[in-house]
């Protein structure tokens, strides 16, 4: 049976969410895509839909038909849920066609991404694939809405050191694919935003919704976290899901002896993500849900849809 119950694996960039998410993909239940992206942005239009919906109250739609904010999200959830799963067979056609036309030409294999992947999508036809997984990164910032659409999903924050991330980031042409910053400045920035907003969902949800795990584990200790991670999913441990760790994708390349360092960054803002990123790979507590952290994320969904719901009707002149 398929379940509405999503997994979005989030953090920095360049902090393992692409390997991540391609281990629990080779999972037979968990059917693993092309980063998605809109889903997230989707959510600011959605709550914009259901204020004008319900703005004049009983003389409005949903007040009228008594549709709750959360059923009116949810709603939108199961579609989603069942838009995804139902075209499934369409990109397991898609990227089986574009493995015979590189098999055919000798061409070699494109890494990292499902559209040519190296890694399965699909390992047998009877595996059910009744749920599916998301890495992208984009989502660290919508894990509040993420939950309004699916409340029952999981998210699994990976971290990784700052200054693996920045050197990765600094260096990520390297793997044939555009600049991710200019300065180093940005990178640290960009490391910072990211992993507070990561945190403050461990710290809102607990990590029975929201579970953190150390980059430096899963490369470590892969049979371990991949066996606790299935376990926190409620999926049982399937040894295909270490494969991908056997290959390096999206791989930076950065030589040790390479200075990335800037001597303009602001030391400040280095050592407060250097004490942040410290904190949170020195362990990883189990966290009880905060209402006060819930609350928080809340308001910055509300302000972020105030401000989109103000500039779209700044741009029609309503």
């Known amino acids: 049976m398929r379940i509405n119950r999503p997994i979005f ?18 999972h037979s239940n968990i059917f693993v895509q092309e980063e998605s992206n809109w889903i997230g942005r989707f959510t600011l239009q959605m709550e914009i839909a259901y204020r004008i919906g319900t703005a004049r109250g009983e003389r409005s739609q949903l007040s009228a038909l008594d549709v709750r904010r959360e ?8 579609s989603i849920n069942e838009l995804i799963l139902d075209h499934r067979q369409k990109l397991e056609a898609k990227i089986a066609a574009k493995r ?12 990292g991404h499902s559209s040519i992947s190296p890694f399965q999508i699909t ?4 595996d059910p694939k009744a749920r599916w997984v998301d890495g992208t990164p984009e989502y660290s910032f919508y894990i509040n ?8 999903a999981r998210f699994i924050h990976i971290v990784r050191d700052v200054s693996s991330v920045v050197r990765s980031m600094m260096h990520f042409q390297n793997t044939g694919g555009p600049a991710l910053v200019a300065e180093e400045r ?3 920035q960009e490391w910072l935003k990211t992993v507070r907003a990561c945190h403050e969902a461990e710290c809102a949800y607990g990590s029975d919704i929201v579970r953190r795990i150390r980059y430096s584990d899963l490369i470590d200790d892969p049979n371990k976290v991949i066996e606790v991670l299935l376990a926190f999913l409620d ?13 390096r994708i999206n791989s930076s390349n950065v030589p040790a002896d390479i200075e990335v360092s800037d001597p303009g960054t602001d030391q400040a803002l280095i050592n407060e993500a250097t004490k942040l990123s410290s904190e949170l790979t020195k362990d990883t507590p189990q966290l009880a849900p905060d209402p006060d952290a819930v609350a928080r994320m809340e308001q910055a969904f509300n302000d972020r849809v105030d401000y989109l719901a103000k500039r779209e009707s700044g741009a029609t002149g309503a």
């Open 100 to 111: 015979e036309s590189r098999r055919v030409s000798s061409a070699p294999p494109s890494i």
């Open 186 to 188: 940005q990178a640290y």
């Open 9 to 26: 694996v989030v953090g920095s960039p360049r902090s393992g969410t692409s390997i991540l998410t391609w281990c629990l993909g080779q």
């Open 123 to 126: 390992r047998s036809k009877s």
């Open 235 to 247: 999926e049982k441990f399937e040894p295909a899901c270490l494969e991908p760790l056997q290959k």
């Open 145 to 152: 809405p993420l939950r309004k659409l699916f409340p029952e």
């Open 71 to 78: 059923d009116f999200f949810a709603c939108f959830g199961r």
